[in-house]
């Protein structure tokens, strides 16, 4: 076996060469094109943005020059006048949502045997229910005892306030009592006896 190179011109794998350049060839190709139609593709939708930026703009000052139009044609009056409106249409609306049911059943679950409840008002101040209820009781004692009663319930707040306390012709205790009422927890049942004695 020969081992020497006879040739006069020695062999090289020129095509193994080249075959490695022509495929970095094609890669630098490849993302020179990727890179390309990414720049355009970008370039376009930073265009589309630019142009809608713009006339979102325009639409903008366009909408604000027409709310200060509008804003110099209404009158303060009206505004006022419909406010007022819309104060009374809730205050309505708060009074027809005022459960008389449910004060009634605290009433009658909490009131002593000796004392009577002759009138009660409603109001609303502040946006919190007032009652206002006027007792007659055979003493002082019987009316702090209703009041006990009330305030253990947890609907009824600041019933220290005691209005017009007087002895009427039959020498009984009559007195009003001024009171937040706060209906969050469960009226009870009425006639389920909660007063004891």
């Given at each position: 076996m020969i081992r020497t190179n006879l040739s006069t011109r020695p062999f090289y794998n020129e095509r193994a060469v080249l075959f490695w350049l022509l495929l970095v060839a094609l890669v630098v190709v490849a993302a020179t094109i990727f890179n390309v139609t990414r720049v355009l593709r970008y370039s376009r939708s930073d265009t589309q943005l630019?142009?809608?930026a713009s006339r979102?703009?325009?639409s903008a000052r366009e909408l604000r020059e027409q709310a200060a139009r509008l804003r110099a044609t209404v009158d303060p009056k009206q505004i006022e006048f419909a406010s007022a409106e819309a104060r009374q249409a809730n205050e309505l609306i708060d009074r027809?949502?005022?459960?008389?049911?449910d004060l009634f059943n605290r009433f009658e679950a909490t009131l002593p045997d000796d004392v009577r409840i002759t009138a009660i008002r409603s109001r609303v101040e502040r946006d919190q229910d007032i009652v206002t209820i006027n007792v007659v009781a055979r003493s002082t004692d019987d009316i702090d005892k209703f009041m006990e009663n009330l305030e253990a319930t947890g609907a009824f707040k600041d019933l220290g306030r005691r209005i017009d306390e007087h002895v009427n012709d039959q020498n009984q205790m009559e007195t009003g009592l001024d009171m937040l009422y706060v209906p969050a927890t469960k009226p009870p049942a009425a006639g389920t006896g909660a007063v004891k004695r």
């Open positions: 630019a142009t809608q979102d703009e325009t027809r949502t005022f459960s008389w049911t």
